[in-house]
């Protein structure tokens, strides 16, 4: 009389059942994330940032090539030429990217979101680490470039010598900023160096973007990754110091903090450093006024970049 017991290879028929349902199962969900992407429906972006967050998801799963040939324009021969050229593999799913090749997939789709009709050079992000200086930038875009329309954020801090309401930041109180969150008048919020609150109306982005108007943003790197979860298609630029002793130099030299706030903040900005593969573009500060012509130039039509 047979032993009718499965073997260790030769699962029972009720797993073996199971396991193709979930197979039908994942290929459609894979299927309805290419469909999304195809029509438009789904930017590429936000594909991107679900598959690096969760490498086992949907998104995550979905094999590079899949994923470029549901993009609108790009074929086969043209995802083989692109794979090459990001030194992918074809068997790479997006998922299973290494640190560099997420870097570059990434800055790639960015670039192809914003030349054909994404929203990507609508809105820029402008972040990096204390001290850098995204505040000294972005005032100088706003004095010398006054084509680009400056998202002004709301903060429960107190204003710096110089700073102007309205202009600098909308400084508001505890109260007034629960009331924004809870009104759902933000576009982004977060806590800054466990202390004071920092947040992006949303009502003035959107109008500006849907006006045809190009808009910075200048907040802080938390901030920045609201703002991609909420417009995947936004560009972020992170701005970083020539020289980690120049950052040290710039928080110690504005004389705004005491010795133990300057070394919290010191602390935060080496953590704020390591998110730096996280932003499509990078501009190191050597000199401002260079710095700020080169996040303009990511704000203008390609055929007008310098």
Known sequence: MSDARPTASTPPEVDRVAASRAAVAARRARASVKAEVASGRRSPLDVLRVAFEEPEGVEGRLR?????TSIPAIGATKSARIMQELEISTSKRLGGLGRLQRRRLREFIAEWVAAHGGTGDRLVVLAGPTAVGKGTVAGYIRQHHPEVKLSV????????????????????????????????????????????????????VEAAIAAGQSVLLEIDIQGARSVRRAMPDATLVFLLPPTWDELVRR?????????????????????ELAAVDEFDHQVVNHEVGEAAQKVVDLMRPRKGRR
């Open 64 to 68: 590079v090539t899949e994923f470029l």
């Open 153 to 204: 954020s709301a903060t429960t801090r107190a204003p710096r010598p110089g700073e102007i309401e309205g202009e600098s930041y909308y400084f508001v109180d505890d109260a007034e900023f629960d009331r924004m969150i809870e009104a759902g008048e933000l576009l982004e919020w977060a806590t800054v160096h466990n202390a004071s609150r920092y947040g992006t109306p949303r009502g003035p």
């Open 251 to 271: 928080l110690v030299g504005r004389g705004t903090e005491t010795a133990a706030e300057q070394q919290r903040r010191l602390e935060t900005a080496k953590v």
